[in-house]
Structure formats: C-alpha cells, structure tokens
C-alpha cells in the first residue's frame, strides 16, 4: 500500500470526503462557540475559505445564498447544540454534502448544458468530482454528461444530484 486512497467505481464508497469532513468540523466549531457561530451568520464564505474550504473570494455572497438555501443556520446549528455534536443528528449528512459540493457544482454549472459534451476524463470539472467522490475519472465524466437539464438548474440542482449520486441524500 502506497498511502494513496483508491479510487472506487461506485460513488460514495470513500465518503466521507476531506470537504465533507471540514464542512462537518466547521459546523461542529459553529455549534460550540459564539464567535465561529456569528461569523458563520455574518458570512459563511468567509468562514470556510479561512478554515480551507475550496473558494474563491469572489462567490463568497454566492456560497452564503447557497448555505441559506440549503438550510436554516440557524435551526441547524441549534440541532447540532442540542444533540451534542453533528454526527448525531438526523439525515445532516446530506446537507453537509451539498455544502461540500458546492466548488464542484459551480464548476460544473460553469462549463453549461452545451460544454458538457466537451468535457474529457482530464478536465477540470471532471477531476474535480472524481476526487470528491472518490471515483474514476471515467465514472465522473459519464455522471457529469448525464446530468443534462440539472446543469441549467443551477448550482443547487448540482449539488443534489452530486449528494444523491453518491449516496448522502
């Protein structure tokens, strides 16, 4: 064994991930104390790229509408107090994937309906989400490909499709 994960041919099977594992830490940290809490309210963008979170400066207001969408902080966070910790609430690890997949989503929205019949096993968008899911290029690609109408539907459709296809939502 080298000490390099492998990839899998079904996604989902490495989950997990890195990103989904900060996601969690993030909110955990949030759930815990006052001032990661009010910075997560104030701009979550903010929150994840200084805790590593894959993102650019300039979608921050975009990831923050994002998060909004997808939860209720709030709510969420008052759930994770609660119940002692992330891991031991019900069904989060679906919206903690669709926070963590939110880069590759982008991406994937950004290369459009029309550039998906473009995309190669060496594209971005294509290495992107085989890293995140821990499959082959090739699987990735044949996902990204049947995605379709999903794309045009934006970011959020992406990344249900993404937290569906491998198995957290």
Known sequence: ??????????????RPNQTEIMVASVLNAAAQDRQVRAALYTDAGALFAMSGFPIVPWHSSEFNQFVREQTNEYAMIEQISVA??????????????????YTVAAVIVAVGVAGLSTLSVTSGAVLALAAFAGVEA???????VSLGTAVGGGVSKVAEAICEWTGAC
């Open 1 to 14: 064994m080298n000490g390099f994960p492998t990839s899998q041919s079904t996604p989902g099977a490495n």
């Open 138 to 144: 090739a699987t990735a690609l044949a996902f990204i």
């Open 84 to 101: 002692n910790g992330l891991e031991n609430v019900q069904g989060i690890g679906c919206t903690v994937c669709k926070i963590a997949s």
